[in-house]
T-cell receptor, first 114, second 113 residues
Framework: DSGVTQTPKHLITATGQRVTLRCSPR?????VYWYQQSLDQGLQFLIQ???????AKGNILERFSAQQFPDLHSELNLSSLELGDSALYFC?????????????FGPGTRLLVL | KNQVEQSPQSLIILEGKNCTLQ??????????LRWYKQDTGRGPVSLTI?????NTKSNGRYTATLDADTKQSSLHITASQLSDSASYIC????????????FGAGTRLFVKA
């Protein structure tokens, strides 16, 4: 158990809908990362937050947004969902978001868009 | 173009045997290279992190090597166990202002009894 929690574990929705994925980092970690893992594209970095502020952006679509709240939990919002958004979404955390830090991954949320 | 290529795509070995997984990258400027183990349907777990100046790093039965000149890394697994069956992902981070990270496609390892 990494100490990172994600809810829900599974999510099934329809095209065009909007969903919110939630992540609680390890106790004491200030930085949160979101990743998408699909069968055809592998793991991709989406976005990083540090202490409530966006720190880095990766391959995140404009239909997706995220935020980190004062209690350090984070939410990833996916809107106007398409079939291709079906994937595993992972959240990871690290103490200070530094380059050499180990990131601890949560169990993931499996999203299926029908 | 920044790329990370892993080989082989998949590998089957007998329990107790050793194996070596390869990672070649064409990433610049290089910051660090990580190896992750990912069990099916679960989040990746960090095995090693190596910077430009590190040649070897071990984590139990896992030993990673890095040759920054040839831009190659390997992950050696000693005395494999059934629980080593997983995907092993090589990840290279660029030394840029953002969080530019290139993921390999992974090597799927099957350890048989």
């Amino acid at each position: 158990d990494s100490g990172v929690t994600q809810t829900p574990k599974h999510l099934i929705t329809a095209t065009g809908q909007r969903v919110t994925l939630r992540c609680s980092p390890r106790s004491g970690d200030l930085s949160v990362y979101w990743y998408q893992q699909s069968l055809d594209q592998g793991l991709q970095f989406l976005i990083q937050y540090y202490n409530g502020e966006e720190r880095a952006k990766g391959n995140i679509l404009e239909r997706f947004s995220a935020q980190q709240f004062p209690d350090l939990h984070s939410e990833l919002n996916l809107s106007s969902l398409e079939l291709g958004d079906s994937a595993l979404y992972f959240c990871a955390s690290s103490p200070r978001g530094l380059t050499q830090e180990t990131q601890y991954f949560g169990p993931g949320t499996r999203l299926l868009v029908l | 173009k920044n790329q990370v290529e892993q080989s082989p795509q998949s590998l089957i070995i007998l329990e107790g045997k050793n194996c070596t997984l390869q990672c070649n990258y064409t990433v610049s400027p290089f910051s660090n290279l990580r190896w992750y183990k990912q069990d099916t349907g679960r989040g990746p777990v960090s095995l090693t992190i190596m910077t430009f100046s590190e040649n070897t790093k071990s984590n139990g039965r896992y030993t990673a090597t890095l040759d920054a000149d040839t831009k190659q890394s390997s992950l050696h697994i000693t005395a494999s166990q059934l629980s080593d069956s997983a995907s092993y992902i090589c990840v290279v981070r660029l030394n840029t202002g953002g969080f530019k990270t290139i993921f390999g496609a992974g090597t799927r390892l099957f350890v048989k009894a």
